[in-house]
T-cell receptor, first 114, second 118 residues
């Protein structure tokens, strides 16, 4: 079964620190990998999308990397702010004849302490 | 910028009732996806539509059906509701350049419909 795993499940750090969220996936046959942010009771906001042929994507203080061969991705957040507090979800679009939809991890619940 | 609009925002139903959820994609997005997110769970793909035709099916129960209309909005119809159907239902849209899966496009999600089955 194609799965996506995120570690840690929860993380609390002081404001200003740099941090890394991890995502692993079981099958390297992917089209792309996306990182989403979800605020409580709200929808998902796409942060970064990395194509299978790419190694990383950057947007502002966010940098996402992809190592398809090892089945891993990281989301690096620089100079964290309280407004970054949210749940961060990693999602993979598998290409191996699977469904049209994304396979999500269970997310990392991030708290940035002021 | 226009976003994906879902209605209603909240819905309370009793067991065995029916429910209809609506989704209005971003203008010029021709692909719609439905996801179900149970409490504390990750979103699960239900079904997708491209150009008003069903594109793919995920873990959608037989009690549920969906369609995409000529104006590209989509409706998810849920019958014989069960307690376990209580969840946040998301709709997402994306542009698609052809008949194949949207492998290069971000998905834009709506704020979801919170369905509670009592």
């Amino acid at each position: 079964k194609q799965e996506v795993t995120q570690i840690p499940a929860a993380l609390s750090v002081p404001e200003g620190e740099n941090l890394v969220l991890n995502c692993s996936f079981t099958d390297s046959a992917i089209y792309n990998l996306q990182w989403f942010r979800q605020d409580p009771g709200k929808g998902l906001t796409s942060l970064l999308l990395i194509q299978s042929s790419q190694r990383e994507q950057t947007s502002g203080r966010l940098n996402a990397s992809l190592d398809k061969s090892s089945g891993r991705s990281t989301l690096y957040i620089a100079a964290s702010q309280p407004g970054d507090s949210a749940t961060y979800l990693c999602a993979v679009l598998y290409s191996g004849g699977g469904a049209d939809g994304l396979t999500f991890g269970k997310g990392t619940h991030l708290i940035i302490q002021p | 910028a226009a976003g994906v609009i879902q209605s209603p925002r909240h819905l309370i139903k009793e067991k065995r009732e029916t429910a209809t959820l609506k989704c209005y994609p971003i203008p010029r997005h021709d692909t719609v996806y439905w996801y179900q997110q149970g409490p504390g769970q990750d979103p699960q793909f239900l079904i997708s539509f491209y150009e008003k035709m069903q594109s793919d099916k995920g873990s959608i129960p037989d009690r549920f059906s969906a369609q995409q209309f000529s104006d590209y909005h989509s409706e998810l119809n849920m019958s014989s509701l069960e307690l376990g159907d209580s969840a946040l239902y998301f709709c997402a849209s994306s542009p698609r350049t052809g008949e194949h899966r949207a492998t290069n496009e971000k998905l834009f999600f709506g704020s979801g419909t919170q369905l509670s089955v009592l």
